[in-house]
């Protein structure tokens, strides 16, 4: 091959591709990390806001793992919110406002900062297969590299094609290329890909906004970030948020911006259904599947037919910028269209649109295909993230990225693959539906998916993964070391709490009789506010939290019966061909993944487990618990 070589190579720089390059690199491996333009690093494609429910558990995973979200999302942010902040701590999660372009800057001056990183303008073509193995990549730029292991996060760019009306443009975002061949090189290894379509709304001056008839939603006056920074040096957390961009003006800051909201109304719902033949969606021009839960507007006032009213977000794209953001009204109507639509909603009746709205179909690649390391099962060492693996978001495909980076370099060195299970982390629930369950349409991540969300609320998510990060050297000693002495203190709290007083009462039971306000002890007081929280909520939620613990307890013996790579289901004869048909296809790493695919019964564990401890030589038993 024509150019260097790399332990990790990274195709695609969206928020996936950064996670996957940063952590491999500071992991010590040598990473390449090639995007077809530099300046669309980490952009913003869609709505210019991190987090939000399930979202923001998944960001504060992320920097306890090691990784630069969190930070990124802090330090340009423009307006933080804490959704459910009015109800108890465990259905709360952060979102921030970001200034789109503050937060593509800064994310691209910290991988060029980054030792052991290089960043290179080139776009790959193919993949350079052998023996099933990965070898490298060809680019468009005439350089080859040779990989031992390469990343794939593509976002949206494989074979895009995006839809205004009739016309239609090839490109993976408007104003961006697609990537024509690659998708042929991924179908020539076995790979099967399938078509997906989201979308995004219009965007508009600020200036041509009539605030007056909208309502303001304004931020928190302390804002919940998203990284610890209690378990940092000082160094770090007493940064300013900024780096970057400065305030406008004396008194102003950089996150104090409101956003708004509007609605639509029956006018906005005559004028789509008059214009509806001309939707791609509707007119049989896209085949791809869109997003259940983020649906264009039109598909809005065609399923909910009955209602003529739908909430509109009017967001910020930044500081220095008047672009702004109309969450929840992605569309793929004709321009001249969303000009009608919008002079029928109050305040927006004279906007001036400055980017129309469009969907975008592309490739994806469903990712039952994937082991739960997210390595390729049909080409050794190749590793999928973010929405090539049929998923929706900036936060869950940077979960993965950090993941499937973690993971490459723990393959070259021989090590376990990091798999976190549900009971760890929603990236764990993320990666487990994705690999178990596959999907149809583009997956987003909620609370509800997560059977012990109790556990995984969002301030625990250092202590929940500490192990993780110790055992792959994820963050300095330093750090490690004051998280443990957290949770050693928050443990040492909650036995004093939960301790009966003379009277037979504790002040757990008072804490939780009062909803949390009672008097505590001066030392408890003099603890950092982060050791106060975690102490609170396991006394608040003791009794749901150590259910779920059973629960997870009964399902440790499935989840640690690992099934042999060479294992053969044609062994197990008394089992159903639906079931055999479904388990060769997905191939389950552990009975526990077997137990939650999609139709495989009890029975059809308990079969499968008498048959491995067979061919293993062990006596054969029934297990415990089997769903």
Not at 40 to 48: D, F, Y
Not at 212 to 232: L, M, N, P, T
Request: net charge positive; hydrophobic share 35%.
């Amino acid at each position: 091959m024509s150019g260097k070589s790399f332990d990790v190579i990274v195709c695609g720089a969206g928020h996936g591709g950064c996670e996957a390059s940063i952590i491999a690199a500071r992991r010590g491996a040598e990473v390449l990390l090639l995007t077809w333009n530099l300046d669309t690093i980490a952009q913003m494609s869609c709505n210019p806001a991190i987090g939000g429910q399930a979202k923001g558990q998944i960001v504060r995973e992320i920097d306890a793992l090691g990784g630069e979200m969190a930070i990124n999302a802090d330090k340009t942010a423009i307006q933080f919110r804490l959704l459910n902040g009015s109800k108890g701590p465990a259905v709360q999660s952060p979102r921030a406002q970001c200034d789109k372009k503050a937060y593509q800057f800064r994310m691209k001056s910290i991988l060029e900062r980054t030792k052991n990183l290089q960043v290179l303008q080139g776009e790959v073509g193919k993949l350079i297969v052998e023996k099933d193995e990965i070898r490298g990549v060809e680019t468009n730029i005439g350089l080859n590299f040779e990989a031992k292991t390469v990343i794939l996060t593509t976002g949206t760019f494989l074979r895009g094609l995006m839809h205004i009306g009739k016309q239609k443009i090839s490109g993976g975002r408007l104003g961006d290329f697609a990537a024509n061949t690659l998708s042929n090189s991924l179908k020539n290894c076995g790979i099967e890909l399938g078509r997906m379509k989201t979308g995004t709304p219009p965007r508009i001056l600020g200036s041509t906004i009539d605030f007056q008839k909208c309502e303001e939603q304004v931020g928190d006056r302390i804002g919940q970030k998203f990284a610890f920074y209690d378990s940092r040096p000082e160094e770090v957390s007493g940064e300013k948020y900024s780096e970057f961009f400065k305030p406008r003006s004396p008194g102003d800051t950089l996150d104090n911006r409101s956003c708004w909201i509007t609605y639509t109304n029956g006018h906005t719902r005559d004028v789509i259904q008059e214009n509806l033949h001309l939707s791609p969606l509707y007119s049989g021009e896209i085949t791809g599947i869109g997003p259940r839960y983020c649906p264009s507007i039109e598909d809005k006032y065609v399923k909910f037919s009955g209602k003529n009213s739908h909430r509109l977000f009017l967001e910020p794209e930044g500081n220095d910028t008047d672009e702004w953001y109309i969450n929840g009204l992605s569309t793929s109507l004709p321009i001249d269209v969303q000009m009608k639509i919008l002079k029928t909603i109050p305040g927006l009746e004279n906007v001036r649109i400055v980017r129309p709205a469009y969907a975008v179909e592309y490739d994806y690649a469903p990712p039952t295909q994937l082991y739960p390391s997210l390595e390729s099962k049909i080409i050794e060492n190749l590793f999928f993230a973010g929405q090539i693996n049929g998923t929706s978001g900036y936060e869950e495909a940077a979960g993965q990225g950090i993941v499937a980076g973690i993971n490459a370099v723990a393959k070259i060195r021989g090590e376990e693959p990091l798999l976190l299970g549900r009971h760890d982390a929603y990236i764990g629930v993320l990666i487990d539906d994705l690999v178990t369950k596959g999907t149809q349409e583009p997956y987003r991540m909620f609370t509800s998916r997560a059977e012990y969300r109790l556990l995984l609320n969002h301030g625990s998510a250092e202590h929940r993964l500490v192990s993780h990060a110790k055992k792959y050297h994820l963050l300095p000693e330093r750090r490690i070391q004051a998280i443990e002495e957290e949770k050693v203190a928050v443990d040492h709290w909650c036995a004093i709490f939960n301790r009966n007083l003379s009277n037979g009462d504790s002040i757990g039971a008072q804490l939780l009789r009062n909803g949390g306000e009672i008097s505590f002890p001066s030392e408890f007081l003099r603890e950092k506010i982060s050791i106060q929280r975690a102490t609170k909520y396991r006394i608040l939620y003791g009794g749901y939290l150590a259910r779920e613990l059973r629960q997870i307890e009964k399902m440790k013996e499935l989840n640690f019966v690992k099934i042999p790579k060479a294992f053969s289901y044609d062994a197990v004869k008394s089992l159903r061909t639906e079931s055999r048909q479904k388990v060769e296809k997905i191939k389950p790493t552990t009975l526990g993944q077997l137990s939650r695919i999609s139709g495989i019964s009890p029975a059809d564990v308990n079969l499968i487990w008498i048959a491995i401890e067979g061919s293993r030589g062990t006596p054969s038993r029934a297990p415990a618990r089997s769903q």
